[in-house]
């Protein structure tokens, strides 16, 4: 399902999926990482469950003959500290194929030997009830709690309630992929924000610096927070200017 256009070694490593969702802050702070880290494609993937998208290039260092894809794998330079991949998802899933698409992900992440996965997603900020917490929540498999329990205590992130069987309204994917990663004995959060649709690329920023919080990967500012570097295809985000010869 997954083709690698380079040979790459992902041995406990670290990979990060961001379901669509709502606002797309997911998808977004997928961009800002990738983006961010340099990180570089070295697979492409294909799945009759995956709607299929083309578009230019996505990130300021692909050539003008670049093509973006509905679905690519980037990871970091081999030489960093940490083995840190994404795999950006940039359309949805057709519902009746998704669990195959699930099946042959999961089976790639152990063949290749992942330590943990990373979801991202998003919930309805009407959703929230509690106004006065944190619009972050996260829930973990016992795995990775018990891998990062004094990492995740210090943080003091609010763990979801429905921890085991989380159900994240407008969260598109994220709880039925966490829960299969989490029968399948993977390692495996999930990190999601409250939002509401509008432009939501401080909503991205903010999960992206979230997330910086735990992985601490990201270059920083002198207030701690992360340096991000926006990729060029943002400045689209509600498509191209209206055609002047409307006028």
Request: with cysteine; glycine share 4%; net charge negative.
């Given at each position: 399902m997954i083709k690698l256009t380079s040979s790459v070694d992902f041995t406990d490593g670290i990979l990060i999926i961001p379901?669509?969702?709502?606002?797309?802050?997911?998808?977004?702070?997928?961009?800002?990482?990738?983006?961010?880290?340099?990180?570089?494609?070295?697979?492409?993937?294909?799945?009759?469950?995956?709607?299929p998208i083309i578009g230019p290039p996505a990130y300021w260092r692909d050539n003008k003959d670049t093509t973006t894809t509905a679905c690519e794998l980037f990871t970091m330079d081999p030489e960093a500290k940490q083995k840190i991949s994404v795999l950006q998802i940039r359309s949805p899933l057709v519902a009746t194929l998704m669990q195959d698409f699930f099946d042959?992900?999961?089976?790639?992440?152990?063949?290749?030997?992942?330590?943990?996965?990373?979801?991202?997603?998003?919930?309805?900020?009407?959703?929230?009830?509690?106004?006065?917490?944190?619009p972050f929540e996260y829930s973990a498999s016992d795995s990775f709690f018990g891998n990062h329990e004094n990492k995740l205590t210090s943080l003091n992130w609010r763990r979801?309630?429905?921890?085991?069987?989380p159900h994240i309204l407008g969260g598109g994917f994220a709880s039925q992929l966490f829960r299969g990663l989490q029968d399948k004995k993977i390692?495996?959060?999930?990190?999601?924000?409250?939002?509401?649709e509008g432009d939501n690329s401080?909503?991205?920023?903010q999960m992206t610096n979230?997330?910086?919080?735990?992985?601490?990967?990201?270059p920083?500012?002198?207030?701690?927070?992360?340096?991000?570097?926006?990729?060029?295809?943002w400045k689209l985000l509600f498509g191209d200017a209206a055609p002047q010869s409307i006028y």
């Open positions: 379901s669509v969702c709502v606002g797309n802050v997911a998808q977004l702070s997928a961009d800002l990482i990738v983006e961010t880290l340099k990180m570089q494609k070295v697979g492409i993937l294909w799945h009759p469950a995956v709607i042959q992900l999961m089976d790639f992440i152990e063949k290749q030997k992942f330590k943990e996965v990373i979801i991202l997603s998003s919930s309805y900020a009407h959703e929230k009830h509690l106004i006065e917490e944190s979801h309630s429905g921890q085991g069987f390692a495996t959060m999930m990190l999601f924000k409250y939002v509401s401080p909503d991205a920023k979230k997330l910086n919080e735990f992985l601490d990967v990201l920083t500012k002198e207030d701690g927070s992360a340096r991000l570097t926006i990729p060029p295809s």
